[in-house]
Nanobody
Framework: QLQASGGGLVQAGDSLRLSCAAS????????MAWFRQAPGKEREFVAA????????YYADSVKGRFTISRDNAKDTVYLQMYNLKPEDTAVYYC??????????????????WGQGTQVTVSS
């Protein structure tokens, strides 16, 4: 129901935009988020966005470099990544959580998950 795309191999300092398209149901009343999982590490929170798209919440590690946005008419959420670093290398997952609470950074708080898209940043 959530399909992530846009990953790839880039160099440090490059930009990349990930997309997450919903199908089968609408997620316009869900908080949408991105998580990532690097090899050998636990999945971690990256960013979340409110229903309207007006409010955003970021992990400290990406604040100022990543921007989350959404287009409810297209049922799609985006993650624009700037100034990528090798430590951003991971599989990126989109997720959806019901309700309005924005500051949710734990996996168990999200009900729906995409399949992940690989982002690799070379130095």
């Amino acid at each position: 129901q959530l399909q992530a795309s846009g990953g790839g191999l880039v160099q440090a300092g490059d930009s990349l935009r990930l997309s997450c398209a919903a199908s089968g149901r609408t997620f316009s009343t869900y908080v949408m988020a991105w998580f990532r999982q690097a090899p050998g590490k636990e999945r971690e929170f990256v960013a979340a966005i409110s229903w309207s798209g007006e409010n955003r919440y970021y992990a400290d590690s990406v604040k100022g470099r990543f921007t989350i946005s959404r287009d409810n008419a297209k049922d799609t959420v985006y993650l624009q990544m700037y100034n990528l670093k090798p430590e951003d290398t991971a599989v990126y997952y989109c997720a959806a959580a019901p309700g309005k609470l924005l500051r949710r950074s734990h996996l168990h708080e999200y009900d729906y998950w995409g399949q992940g898209t690989q982002v690799t940043v070379s130095s």
